[in-house]
Nanobody, 127 residues
Framework: QVQLVESGGGLVQPGGSLRLACAAS????????IGWFRQAPGKEREGVSC????????RYAYSVKGRFTIARDSAKKTVYLQMTSLKPEDTAVYYC????????????????????WGQGTQVTVSS
């Protein structure tokens, strides 16, 4: 049974940092792309960052480039999203998702490749 579990969300002041974690289990193969998406109230879900299953290629949304960093710990089967210089507009529920079929790239523009999703973790940036 495939499972993705996010953790690390919380309340942080503007300019602060958080590290989200996405722990994966139950996959039949060792390689899968992971994407981080977020959804704020009243807004559509948007891609934030992703990392490919092979070669570790990364992509970032323009709004977070230079502030967020995605990284994979294969031994722990966990993907991290380090978020720094957080802004109130980063407030959202953050979801990780897995694409088990794409090896050398990952998608931010579409959720269709992602077959598995976590339950989400709330990030609130407020003073």
């Amino acid at each position: 049974q495939v499972q993705l579990v996010e953790s690390g969300g919380g309340l942080v002041q503007p300019g602060g940092s958080l590290r989200l974690a996405c722990a994966a289990s139950g996959f039949s193969r060792d390689y899968y792309a992971i994407g981080w998406f977020r959804q704020a109230p009243g807004k559509e879900r948007e891609g934030v960052s992703c990392i490919s299953s092979r070669e570790g290629k990364t992509r970032y949304a323009y709004s977070v480039k230079g502030r967020f960093t995605i990284a994979r710990d294969s031994a722990k089967k966990t993907v991290y999203l380090q978020m720094t210089s957080l802004k109130p507009e980063d407030t959202a529920v953050y979801y990780c998702a897995a694409d088990p079929d794409t090896d050398y790239s990952c998608s931010l523009s579409s959720v269709r490749p992602y077959d598995f999703w976590g339950q989400g973790t709330q990030v609130t940036v407020s003073s």
